[in-house]
């Protein structure tokens, strides 16, 4: 009778065991669901926050913008007559604007600064002369000329030239915007992946964007739209903007 009791009380105690596993068990799954609900509610909170934070730059850049074009126009540099880094024919451009911004996201901060750039040295573009048909009898060419007088009839075109956004500017050639632009889209944020062809493809990706910006900055200068020195300092700019946004990402990692 004893040692049917004392069967008795170890299957009793293997069963309380067994019970207890399993409510420990079933309270551990709550738990680690608890955990993830909270992590799921502190990640949609986090993007709400982020999202406010990025429409109310979009509306303060919209401002900037919009203040910027109504009331500044660029710096109206004058040239020298003789002067044959401005006498190249206008050719349209090969990569247009829509084009380049169709690539990436609107980067419009980094645009704005450029374009403010632009205003404040009104660098004349190459083919300003073959635009403006400036009207020589009526200026002193033996000196530098500030007030110029152009023969084109087409007024609006000229005026349009002399404010901001985008390429119809002639007196915005300094620094080159495209090649700009092009330079920081270069930097995308991809995942590291172990996998040796995927890095082989990244890598192969990452030079044929770097030959598709200097590409667009060499039809910049082959479209008479920039001088040599507007597209590299364009693409030194970029490539510093590109530096800064990955070290920053990076110190977020760490």
Known sequence: MK????????AFAVDITTHMNDLNLELQGKDKLITQLSDHIKCSISK???????????????CIALTIKLTIKP????????????????????????????????INIFLLCY???KLYTGRL???FVSVCSPDY??????????????????????????????DKNFRVSFPSGHMASA???????????????IRALIMVVQFLLFLGAVCV??????????????????????????????????????
């Open 217 to 254: 900055g060499i039809s910049r200068v082959n479209d008479n739209k920039h001088h040599p020195s507007d597209v590299l300092a364009g693409f030194l700019l970029g490539v510093f903007g590109a530096y800064f946004t990955v070290l920053n990402s990076i110190l977020c990692l760490d």
């Open 75 to 106: 710096y109206a540099r004058g040239f020298f007559c003789d002067d044959q880094s401005l006498k190249y024919p206008y050719k349209p451009s090969s990569i247009k604007y829509s084009l380049l911004l169709s690539c990436g996201a609107l």
């Open 137 to 166: 009898t009526k200026m002193n060419c033996s000196e530098y000329v500030q007030n110029i007088v152009c023969l084109n009839s087409d007024i609006d075109n000229i005026n349009s030239s002399r404010f901001l956004f985008f």
């Open 3 to 10: 040692s049917q009791s004392w069967i008795k009380d170890l």
């Open 48 to 62: 709400i926050k982020l999202w406010k934070f990025q429409l109310l730059h979009i509306i303060l850049v919209l």
């Open 183 to 197: 330079s920081y889209y270069l930097y995308r944020r991809i995942p590291q992946n172990q996998n040796y062809f």
């Open 115 to 117: 374009n403010l750039l």
């Open 125 to 127: 573009r190459p083919n």
